[in-house]
């Protein structure tokens, strides 16, 4: 929800005024929201391409009979979730190698990764029993609460999410 969350992605052109973008970030900043900008223009921009990344290996796990949807979902909730809330991936894995930073990490756990992303889905169309596959699982992890009462749950715990992390008493 747009009025609830706080970034707003700044897309420059090649014409635009530097000291425009200057202005209306901290324009931004003073209504409480949390502005970035890109250097320059790519479908989807950071957030939704990211999220689209993270949603086809959620897909793709569901889809391989790795876990239900359910599962997939409380695992990215009850864990990098947590932490999402606070700090993006870059300063997460800083912090995971330890007081080396993220050239200890780059340098020791990493290489794992190497062999996590030759695994990772790398189909660019939804294959065709996404749609099946996501509601049957959606089904069965959301029992009887309708579309609306999950947006008020989710809407009232951003509320609570928002004033521990800004410590705004109004959001």
Same mark, same amino acid.
């Given at each position: 929800?747009?009025?609830?969350?706080?970034?707003? /992605?700044?897309?420059?052109g090649?014409?635009?005024?530097?000291?425009? !973008?200057?202005?209306?970030?901290?324009?931004?900043?003073?209504?409480?929201?949390?502005?970035? =900008?890109?250097? &320059?223009?790519?479908?989807g *921009? !950071?957030?939704?391409?990211?999220? #689209?990344?993270?949603?086809r290996?959620? !897909?793709?796990?569901?889809?391989?009979g790795?876990?239900?949807?359910?599962?997939? $979902?409380?695992?990215?909730c009850? @864990?990098p979730?947590?932490?999402w809330?606070?700090?993006?991936? *870059?300063?997460?894995?800083?912090? @995971?190698? @330890?007081?080396? @930073?993220?050239e200890?990490?780059? $340098?020791?756990?990493?290489?794992?990764?190497e062999?996590?992303?030759?695994?990772? #889905? $790398?189909?660019?169309?939804?294959? +065709?029993?996404?749609? +099946?596959?996501?509601?049957?699982?959606?089904? /069965?992890?959301?029992?009887?609460?309708?579309?609306q $009462?999950?947006?008020?749950?989710?809407? +009232?715990?951003?509320m609570?999410?928002? &004033?521990? !992390?800004?410590? &705004?008493? +109004? =959001?």
């Amino acid at each position: 929800p747009p009025h609830l969350i706080p970034l707003v /992605e700044l897309v420059p052109g090649k014409h635009t005024d530097p000291g425009a !973008i200057q202005q209306y970030r901290h324009f931004l900043q003073a209504l409480g929201k949390e502005p970035v =900008v890109l250097n &320059k223009e790519v479908p989807g *921009h !950071i957030a939704n391409r990211l999220a #689209a990344a993270l949603w086809r290996e959620a !897909i793709d796990l569901v889809l391989q009979g790795v876990a239900s949807v359910e599962d997939v $979902d409380k695992a990215v909730c009850s @864990g990098p979730g947590l932490r999402w809330a606070l700090m993006g991936q *870059h300063m997460i894995y800083h912090l @995971g190698g @330890g007081a080396g @930073g993220i050239e200890q990490f780059i $340098d020791h756990p990493a290489p794992a990764f190497e062999s996590w992303l030759q695994d990772l #889905a $790398d189909w660019t169309h939804l294959p +065709e029993e996404t749609r +099946e596959a996501l509601s049957l699982g959606l089904s /069965e992890s959301l029992q009887d609460r309708s579309v609306q $009462d999950i947006a008020d749950w989710r809407d +009232e715990k951003l509320m609570e999410i928002l &004033k521990a !992390i800004y410590g &705004k008493n +109004e =959001v």
